[in-house]
């Protein structure tokens, strides 16, 4: 390797090779950075609304008023930061529409999950004087070990999967549960997931085999492996990561976390892009000067 | 007070993981330690309460009230109804899983491990055929010339965009396909619409990293939310 | 929605009280009960003619109630409804499978007064064994053809060694095990965080097999933390097996193929805690994963690791891509296993797979031509198969 001319720019070729062998530990500070400052700030940025979104949202809009909901949290705390803000407006849009919500759980931490976001919209002033009931206008059946064997028993009997819900209750004394039988006495079905057992599992034991109309909301991770079910119209409405969070705040009208880490999140893909330019810089004038 | 020892153990917590990406670190092992070995217990309680209890002791009635647990069934008609001998062949298939646990009867275990693999495999052989293969072929079989009428009148520009789109899906299925072809070595034609093929699938890839890397993102933002607004307070 | 149900009840109540003169509507003609096919039980399908005062000018019929008995002439209960000008309904509230029933319709009439149809049945509810419905025919076809070829090309591979294609990451597999040996470090093998169950994990078992042999002929040390309990034993079995099949029973360590925890991102922080303190020559990445494949391979790379990967999760390959030194996409890993192991079940399943593969892809080219001659040329092109495969 020849010497750099101590004449030349600092742009030159040194710069490029020593950029190409970046200690990885900068590149994670610069992106550390990214996140934590727009946090400082009010960042107001638009949100394009994808198509998929919009029929997420559009399809619980287009729910009869009082229609009845099963909700399945397939997912844990780690991916609580995506699909958290998802749950918390899709319960208050339900709310809204005066929608009867039954939630399960086919991850151990699905229900938990659930409560808390149940409990943030319940908190919400609109809903003061619905007087939403326990058991009535909403209810958590809680977890069932079993994964994808548990949402084919669910379409023969629900009742006889969860005997008894989150607190302890006979589900069957349950008043919302009242003349529940299978996926045919729900008239939407929501999944909020993140791996397996999750969408595809749904899709394939539930959507498929009893015809229920259905929309998911995704970690950005797992979403493409959806995405063929939302074109092929197996899922009526795909959220995707935080992004679809904040998608769907916008078209609801109800911003929350997932509109709020929209400018970290941006600033953080800008230095991603930055660095990936760089680097590919750095890769090709380093792989032509050796 | 209770709650600021908690989000001060939470943020020490998040910062020794975090340290991580500086190095390995004697902070890092203890967080580490913390995480396994409360998860391990975590879903030992979660497991017991939530599975093993409502799902089995409570199904054969050593637990719980059940009416129609299998002893409480048993003993007031003297007899078993299908769904009970069902839980009670579970729980007999559960006992040889634990078999393992006596070395020279350990092969008993293979059983329930057969009858679980077996039935899964034919749960979801007929899930996968239904929805990834028939349906998506169903919703792949575009037409590669896809005229748009806008106002009645043929749009060439929307017609010609619609069927690239249509085009570049059956032609990314069926080059992946030949891609994941193994009876025939990837030369000539073949092997040019194999490599094709892999094309298509290393943008998938790119696609999926990108989304990833959001996903990432979304945690951290979360963490650092976390210890900037809610540990250090701040944030307003 | 919910006015109706408030106001149903209220009319019923004044019409009772006030009504005059009640004319009781014509019950329903021809009820007929049968057991609803194709279904898991516990449901009837009824049919009948509607009342034809459901169009009279005078308190015309406004409803039906389905009514439901053990027996003819014990108590009838209502167990459903069903709306003015439906011919039709399926009842599924408290029918028991094997049970015989009753039904009745009750026909309303818009002054509270009704009449009931003729009774119908008896009707046993019970479920289908077969669902005869065309997509699920469909599946039946497409599953003889597949495990058909599977099946045979099972029997030709015992007979015959079959052709599979080179693939690239499988010649990596000794490289990796030789490295080690060299290094005198030890080799990771993870097997993903799938259940026994699933192909990937399989797959990854049988070249679990394979390096545990070699391990043991060379003498190099393998470490294998598992995520998943049956996992965890199932690898035990193999690597021991594959130490006594090797003649060294002696050399397994019992304490190298062990239980982590089945929690994901724990598993990730214990597993790269092992890849910086034992430093592995070479890393394996088989079977199922999910969001942790970066975290891993990104951590292996960090230690100066070769590393192997292979996964059924197309979205996680691309994280292997990046950080790893080859990688089996998708299938190639099945067909890596089946090359290694060369027993005629996995090889023949590569090969009937490739016949399906053959045929999915014929199918597929022919819809498309079928929907280009159709929409272009009005050319109605193998209407039967359109049928077959587009539900049309």
Redesign the interface.
Known sequence: MSQPNPSAPTLGPGFWEKFALLDR?II?AF??LG??LP??YTIRQPIPVSPEGRAYYQSIENL???SKVLLSFDYDP?????LQPMAEATFKQLFTK?CKLVVIGLW??GPQQAEQALATALRDPRFKDKKLEYGVNYANL????GN??VI?KM??DII?TF??DYKGNATASLPIMR?V?NY?NFDFIINFS???VGT??W???CV??SGAKMIAGN???????NY??F????LKGLL????GAAEYETVAGQPGKGIS?MG??SV??LV?ILFVILGNIAYFVSRRKW | MPGMVSLTLAGFLTLGIMSFVYKDNPIYKFCESIFIGVSAGYYFVLIFYQSLLPQLTDKIGLTGALTDSALAYYRQSGSLASVQWFNLIAAVLGMMMLMRLLPKIGWISRWPLAFVIGSIAGLKLIGELQTNIMTQIQKSILPLWAPQYVDGSLSLAASIGQSLTNIVLVGGILTGVIYFFFSKEHKGVFGGAARVGIWFLMVTFGAAFGLTVMSRMSLLIARIDFLLRDWLHLLG | MRKPLILFPLVFLFLFVFASAQTPPTPVDSLQAVDTPDDAGGQVDLTWKPSPDEGRAVSPVIGYQILAAPAADSTFVPIGTASAGATSVTAKDRLENGRPYYFKIRAYAMDSSYAESEVAGPVVPKGSWWNTKPAYLRIVIWMVFVVGFILYNIRKAGKKELYIRPIAGIDAIDEGIGRATEMGRPILFICGLGDAAQAATLAAFSVLGRVAQKTAQYQTRLIVPCYEPIVFTICQDIVKGAYLNAGRPEAYNEKDVFFVVYDQFPYVAAVNGIMLREKPATNFYLGQFYAESLMLAETGFEAGSIQIAGTDQLIQMSFFIVACDFTLIGEELFAASAYLSKEPEQVGSIKGQDWGKVIFAGLSILGVVSVLLDENLRVHFFGFFRKLMLNE
Request: net charge positive; no cysteine; hydrophobic share 35%.
């Open positions: 530990r994670f992106i550390f996140l934590a946090l400082f009869p008023a009082g780690p991916s609580s930061p995506e005066n151990p931490q809680g977890y069932m070990a994808e064997i084919q379409n023969a006889s005997p008894s003349g039988r045919k993140s791996g397996f595809r599992e899709v394939q034991f498929d085999r970690t950005a991770v797992q979403a493409p492996e063929p079910y074109r092929s119209g197996q995707a990561g935080m992004k880490f970290s999140q953080a893909h991603v």
